[in-house]
């Protein structure tokens, strides 16, 4: 059963870097079928897609966050990473990683994890 | 970017009632549409996708259905277990989450 897991620091001060990373196992990273996402979920709000990549090195970020957003993959850790650049209070949410298969949806997700910025 | 405007906001039922929500996309997503559940505290999880397709492993109580860019999820028949709430997504361009219908017992 793949399984996806959210790690990084769960305190983060304003105008820092948010950096988190989800480590893949149960199933490898590399198909040019999947789609490495982050989806973040501010509390009591929906659901947002910050951008997704491929193990290509291929990326789609939201436009409202594109200018702060990076994200990488690292095939030989069957990883992939977030950066979030100068954040404020409005970034604290829970960051979710999942993966999507193509024409398929969301079918696995990373349990998430809470981040707060905070001075 | 696509928009997804999902309707109601929250709804009250009872156990064996039929449930419709309702996901409208700002432009053509053909078919390219996902339906997900998520309960306080846990990830979502994928019911339907490809608009009507129904994910290995989840009860047949669940149906998904379009007629251009409206887009229903239909719950036959509600269990205890149901109560949560109903995302969709689509994911034609990018990926658009709707704003979400929360499921409440009446």
């Known amino acids: 059963q793949l399984q996806l897991q959210e790690s990084g620091p769960r305190l983060v001060t304003p105008s820092e870097t948010l950096s988190l990373t989800c480590t893949v196992s149960?199933?490898?990273?590399?198909?040019?079928?999947?789609?490495w996402g982050w989806i973040r979920q501010p509390p009591g709000k929906g659901l947002e897609c910050i951008g997704y990549?491929?193990?290509?090195?291929?990326?789609y970020y939201n436009p409202s966050l594109k200018s702060r957003v990076t994200m990488s993959v690292d095939t030989s850790k069957n990883q992939f990473s977030l950066n979030l650049s100068s954040v404020t209070a409005a970034d604290t949410a829970v960051y979710y990683c999942a993966r999507h298969v193509y024409g398929r949806g969301l079918g696995y997700w990373g349990q998430g994890t809470l981040v707060t910025v905070s001075s | 970017d696509i928009q997804m405007t999902q309707s109601p906001s929250a709804l009250s039922a009872s156990v064996g009632d039929r449930v419709t929500i309702t996901c409208r996309a700002s432009?053509?997503?053909?078919?390219?549409l996902a339906w997900y559940q998520q309960k306080p505290g846990k990830a979502p999880n994928l019911l339907i996708y490809k608009a009507s397709s129904l994910e290995s492993g989840v009860p047949s109580r669940f149906s998904g259905s379009e007629s251009g860019t409206e887009f229903t999820l239909t719950i036959s028949s509600l269990q205890p277990d149901d109560f949560a709430t109903y995302y969709c997504?689509?994911?034609?361009?990018?990926?658009?989450f709707g704003q979400g219908t929360r499921v409440e017992i009446k």
């Open positions: 997504q689509q994911y034609k361009s990018s990926w658009t």
């Open positions: 149960a199933g490898s990273i590399s198909s040019s079928s999947y789609y």
């Open positions: 432009q053509s997503i053909s078919s390219w």
């Open positions: 990549i491929q193990y290509s090195g291929n990326t």
